[in-house]
């Protein structure tokens, strides 16, 4: 407790960090306030209180403001949205491709075209949120006024949103975009834990379940840091200008960490977003065929034996693509060839991108099986008997980005305090937050 109370006096002794914690706290202030405003011409007793699939997840990271139909009802979700395509974007196309590699002023580029491609998708999504969400009856205008108002009001929510992401970045502590949707998932947190208790009581069922969350957010935060340290040794140089002051000074050593879970969520997103697919193709067909209606029983509910195997197998699939495609074992090995290094007893270029694709082959497999695990987690936790709103922090996507963004936060703390010469907040060992695979 000493510790952590010294830790406390240690953080808000720093200008700086004081200074950046307390607009981080304002800004994630005025974002939960805004969710909490409904749109104009909207009655809020007439809104549905539930949704399921994919549309649950989004209010699940909105903290609530798509159900209850805010001004923030689609939040920063199409600015992921256009993050992940302009991403794919880089991949693929060769003028992204010229981009990142222009440095700053590509970089530059690539958000000023990210931002423009997240009005186009609040326009889409708006225009289906408002048509399929809010009921006729809710609204209390003349619908010719209310969509066309509601439409600029959502996109001006949207980049707003988006704007009090990056002066989080900027001015603030931890990555603004994710902190957006870390606090919205922890928003859930105290009512969900409130009406566990209310239904289990002050009983050992709940101690058990309170014991279980804490070992799988354990296991989460070790998974998310672990890496597979691939070691890189560099070349000998001759250091002097010429003559006797010439000498040969040995080659360093240092290692790229390969993360195990590279993918991060990105898996677990992706195939979510494609479970509502067959439930909604076999409902086509309901009245006239029994498989029909068997897909669209099942689909539709997430603790069913085929949901939970179907989305567990497209983890394993996407988890495989995603790093495929972001981590590039042929880059590597020309990046460490050019800055002469190698890896020990590996030759280097075609070896050693062979070499690179064999660690990430064998550290893909039980990350791709681990995502899949925590993602089902939720499905085995409700058919326990756990409540299905306090269930949801048992696993899936809320957990790790919970944990992520967390630990990227902390990180970045305590970097501060190790830049002012005092203690860590570990008493031993540091903080390990997202990282990305380094290329030398």
Do not use: H
């Not at 950046?20 to 104009?40: C, D, H, M, N, W």
């Not at 600029?152 to 988006?162: E, K, P, R, S, W």
Request: glycine letters at 8%.
């Amino acid at each position: 407790m000493n510790k952590f109370v010294k830790t406390l006096k240690n953080i808000f002794s720093i200008e700086e960090l004081r200074d950046r914690i307390f607009y981080t706290l304002g800004f994630l202030a005025i974002f939960r306030l805004g969710s909490y405003i409904v749109l104009p011409g909207v009655d809020p007793s007439a809104l549905s209180d539930s949704s399921g699939g994919l549309l649950g997840m989004l209010n699940i990271f909105l903290g609530g403001a798509f159900t209850r139909a805010s001004i923030f009802a689609l939040g920063i979700m199409p600015y992921i949205s256009a993050s992940i395509v302009i991403q794919l974007l880089g991949m693929a196309v060769p003028y992204f491709q010229r981009l990142q590699k222009e440095g700053e002023s590509g970089r530059k580029r690539m958000n000023q075209i990210t931002r423009v491609l997240t009005i186009v998708i609040t326009l889409a999504q708006g225009s289906g949120y408002l048509y399929s969400t809010i009921p006729n009856e809710a609204i209390v205008i003349s619908q010719s006024l209310f969509y066309p108002a509601s439409m600029i009001i959502l996109t001006a929510g949207t980049v707003f949103c988006m704007w009090l992401g990056e002066k989080i970045t900027e001015k603030g502590i931890g990555n603004g975009i994710s902190m957006l949707i870390m606090i919205g998932i922890i928003s859930g947190f105290p009512t969900a834990i409130v009406q566990e208790f209310q239904t289990q009581g002050f009983s050992i069922i709940l101690v058990v379940e309170l014991v279980a969350l804490f070992f799988i957010v354990m296991g989460v935060v070790l998974l998310n840091a672990a890496v597979r340290k691939v070691p890189v040794q560099y070349a000998r140089q001759v250091v002097g200008a010429g003559g006797k002051k010439r000498t040969l000074a040995t080659g360093q050593r240092s290692y790229i960490p390969l993360k195990v879970n590279a993918a991060n969520v990105m898996p677990i997103i992706f195939a979510q977003s494609l479970m509502f697919l067959p439930s909604l193709i076999a409902g086509v067909w309901a009245d006239d065929s029994d498989a029909a209606r068997w897909v669209m029983q099942n689909f539709s509910d997430y603790t069913s034996f085929a949901y939970n195997f179907t989305f567990g197998m497209l983890i394993l699939i996407f988890t495989y693509f995603y790093t495929a495609i972001t981590i590039n074992p042929d880059q590597m090995a020309e990046d460490l060839k050019r800055n002469n290094a190698f890896v020990p007893n590996v030759k280097p270029g075609e070896e050693t991108s062979s070499f690179v694709s064999w660690i990430l082959d064998r550290i893909t497999l039980p990350s791709a099986i681990y995502l899949a695990v925590v993602a089902i987690l939720p499905a085995f936790a409700s058919m326990l008997g756990v409540s299905s709103a306090f269930s949801r922090f048992y696993g899936g996507t809320s957990l790790i980005i919970m944990v992520g963004v967390i630990l990227d936060t902390l990180q970045q703390i305590e970097s501060y305090l190790l830049m002012q010469n005092y203690d860590s907040m570990m008493k031993s060992g540091n903080i390990k937050g997202r990282q990305n695979v380094a290329t030398v």
